[in-house]
């Protein structure tokens, strides 16, 4: 189960998973994760994700390799991807597997709204008109 909302105020993606996931699941995630991509780009200048994990166990195999890697949904250097963790070793273990920045791993929701906040840069609205 997974369920997007997009936080205007905070200016970021917000993702919660939970339970076992199916591939079809996962691939629907995957599509919603573009999605929610783009739209956060055109809003706010920039995609900032934070994945709230803390109710997903570990997943099987078959349906980890249909995650999309976060190297995929970065894209520029303003893209930022939090994910929140239920325990340290899983906090531990997606820290070791990650050596982009852009992507951190944490135990508490308020920790990893703060890590996103601290790089977010002011609204810069690509859709704002110019002067002329």
């Known amino acids: 189960m997974f369920a997007f909302k997009i936080d205007e105020r905070k200016q970021l993606v917000h993702v919660e998973v939970a339970g076992i996931m199916s591939v079809a699941e996962v691939d629907a995630l995957n599509e919603a994760l573009v999605s929610n991509a783009a739209v956060a780009r055109r809003k706010f200048g920039a995609f900032r994700l934070l994945t709230d994990a803390r109710l997903s166990p570990v997943q099987p195999a078959a ?70």
């Open 63 to 132: 349906t980890m390799a249909r995650f999309k890697a976060p190297s995929d949904l970065l894209q520029g250097p303003d893209d930022r991807y939090a994910v929140v963790l239920g325990t340290m070793l899983s906090k531990l273990q997606t820290d070791r597997m990650s050596n982009d920045d852009r992507l951190r791993a944490f135990l508490s929701i308020e920790a990893a709204e703060t890590w996103l906040s601290a790089c977010a840069r002011p609204n810069a609205h690509a859709s704002q008109p110019t002067a002329a």
